[in-house]
């Protein structure tokens, strides 16, 4: 991870993230999760698996005014909102709500696959016809891309949805747009590399965990030749969908981005829980959380590919401005590189055990303006 000399610095202007779960005031984790997200982006899409979850304009509303309200005033942020399509979605509503922009998007989840997924559609397929409806008004779908069941593999969940259903969505709906959400395997670099090829309209984000590490920090953490190497199960790094093995899987989603696959863009998936409570325990949730520290795991991970020259492109343009359509941000982060002073992950935010708790990380984060 040591490739570049201290003191070397990189800049991002327009930085997004184009996935974070800020939850509600009633949780505590809200007040929590904002100011972390203010801290390094100038905008966000906000996912919608509240509690309830957001299936209607008025619940739309009502959220959309309880995240501003956690807003310091004068805060410059683009706070974009999403709808969550469950088997009742009509059509007319999505369609009226994103002509307001109450929301930008529309999210698939799969049934029961996730934190608040109880009431998602039951099964992909069954959102066809709000697709199409999509499809005619240019609405972005937002794919939460897992097959999940009691035969399937979890860590076979991503391929079997993007083999089973992504030929037959495309072949339907040529011109819809839709995002691969944080992409974990090779099946999805595969995809992403053709979808590149022929300049299909699909994205995808990718996740600091998932850009870093492989399934083996969910068991273990340190080097051996530090000696600074323990095993043990890792709740913190658990997230739906798992990280993946370092060959063939995160090699070829590293090869994408080393590249420059302008389909392919920053969205954390903050998603934090009570640690105690609700991740560090039986049926604990999938969901990790970077702190105010993402962008400085993104800058590991472009230093261990070398492809600095992409990190702009992938952390404010490819997804806001590439998928939303959006201006290019202003907001603006200068990264240094700093092993000798590095920064150090908190080990507790709230009641939050971040990824990286407790540990280094040898660059240093600060807002230009
Ligand atoms: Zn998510």
Known sequence: MNKIPDGTTVELTGTFDGHVHLRQKKTGLLELTLPDLLDEFGGALIMCNTEPPITSIRLGLDYRAEVLSELPAGAEFDALFTYYLTDEAKADEIVEGYRRRIWRACKYMPNNGSTNTARALTRFRNGYPIYERMEEEDIPLLLHAETVGDRIDPFDAPRVFISEEMPELRKRFPKLRVCLEHITDGTAADYMAEAERNNEPTW?????????????????????????????????????????????????????????????????????????????????????????????????????????????????????????????????????KCAARPSTMPEKIGEVVPILHGEKIPWREEAVC
């Open 204 to 336: 995808a984000t990718l996740t600091p965990q998932h850009f870093v590490y492989s399934r083996n920090r969910i068991f273990q953490r340190g080097s051996v030749r530090e000696g600074t190497f323990r095993r043990g199960s890792n709740p913190s790094f658990v997230c739906w969908p798992l990280l993946q093995r370092e060959e063939p899987h995160r090699q070829k989603l590293l090869q994408q981005v080393a590249g420059g696959n302008n389909r392919i863009g920053l969205g954390t998936d903050r998603a934090p829980h009570d640690f105690d409570k609700a991740k560090a325990c039986e049926d604990g949730c999938g969901g990790c959380y970077p702190g105010r520290l993402a962008l400085a795991i993104y800058a590991m991970g472009f230093e261990a590919i070398g492809s600095f020259e992409h990190f702009q492109n992938f952390a404010c343009r490819n997804i806001p401005c590439g998928l939303y359509r959006l201006p290019p941000g202003k907001k603006k982060i200068r990264l240094t």
